[in-house]
């Protein structure tokens, strides 16, 4: 099919060639070259990972609390756990939103939504898209966020989860740091579609789907009861033998790579060139047709259960079917 008949080309500014990709790690028959093609291009260039893991070693370095400080709750470290969420998120959302939206440092290059982002609509908190999900974000999200790795790192400091160092096991550190995505993706993938049951949506998930067109802000901008699921993901460093840096860089993974996903440009420009990788076109979808994409491309859990949108109009087709009798 070509462009000229493709009913979705009209419905963006700019989409992807072709469908949107998938993790080949589980194609059968195998496909080696093709894993090692997606996992060049998820750690070596400038992406979401990479950012995620540069803000976790610094933090660990230079501004993280002693673990031996954390056996007890005191106001001293708890406090630089939440800078430690709140500042990043600040800087890199904020730093976004300011370079993409207000200054349109890259005009509309690789934006997928040729609107702009909505005031004056009662549908959001304040009624202005930013700052409702400033709001949700900054006051919700990292509040949650915050407290439940208060209890982890307590945890670990007190010996009642299993932590390990560098030294003791180097090999389980890295391996445990790559699978953390992984893992990421697999727990966002049954709360995101427990999420999508219609009662949960209509009083809880509905207030990150008010936002159909997306921006950085959008990323974590979720009700309070959302955020207690969402964040429940960091408790398996109570099971998995971890180090704090494995907590710091899921936290980062998880609160800020949805930030870059969600900032409606595929890719971010410097000069000339595409110098990062951001806006998730897969994720994209989901803010648009809703019943379609409830997971990340990292494991293919919607291909699996028949929810893959990949970008095509038939699949649009065959979301708004499915959505029409799931609601009746
Ligand atoms: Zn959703
Ligand atoms: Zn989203």
């Not at 993280?64 to 056996?71: C, H, K, V």
Request: glycine share 6%.
């Amino acid at each position: 099919m070509t462009d000229v008949h493709d009913a979705e080309a009209a419905r963006w500014n700019y989409r992807p060639k072709g469908p949107v990709g998938l993790n080949p790690l589980f194609n059968w028959p195998p496909r080696p070259a093709a894993v090692l093609h997606w996992y060049k291009g998820a750690w070596l260039p400038l992406t979401s990972l990479t950012l995620c893991m540069v803000l976790a070693v610094v933090a660990y370095m230079t501004f993280f609390p002693a673990l031996e400080t954390m056996q007890t709750f005191a106001p001293g470290w708890m406090f630089r756990i939440w800078l430690l969420n709140m500042v990043p998120q600040i800087l890199v959302a904020g730093g976004l939103h300011w370079w993409l939206y207000m200054r349109k440092g890259q005009g509309m290059y690789k934006k997928f939504d040729r609107r702009d982002l909505t005031r004056g609509n009662g549908t959001f908190t304040f009624r202005n898209q930013v700052l409702d999900n400033i709001w949700w974000t900054l006051g919700s999200a990292m509040t949650v966020a915050t407290i439940y790795q208060w209890l982890i790192y307590w945890a670990m400091a007190n010996g009642y989860a299993p932590v390990i160092t560098w030294a003791a096991a180097p090999v389980w550190f890295v391996i445990w740091l790559m699978l953390i995505p992984m893992w990421s993706g697999f727990h966002f993938y049954w709360v995101h579609r427990l999420e999508h049951h219609p009662k949960l949506y209509k009083h809880v998930h509905a207030v990150h789907h008010r936002n159909v067109n997306i921006g950085p802000w959008s990323g974590i901008s979720n009700h309070w009861y959302e955020n207690t699921l969402y964040f429940t993901t960091y408790f398996i460093h109570l099971i998995v033998p971890s180090h704090p840096l494995h907590l710091l860089f899921h936290a980062y993974f998880q609160q800020i790579s949805p930030v870059l996903s969600h900032s409606g440009f595929e890719k971010l420009k410097a000069g000339e060139t595409d110098a990062a990788r951001a806006g998730d076109f897969f994720h994209q979808l989901h803010h648009r047709y809703f019943e379609c994409n409830y997971g990340t491309s990292e494991i293919p859990f919607d291909k699996w259960f028949g929810t893959y949108h990949d970008g095509s109009a038939e699949a649009t087709t065959r979301t708004r079917a499915y959505k029409k009798q799931m609601y009746t």
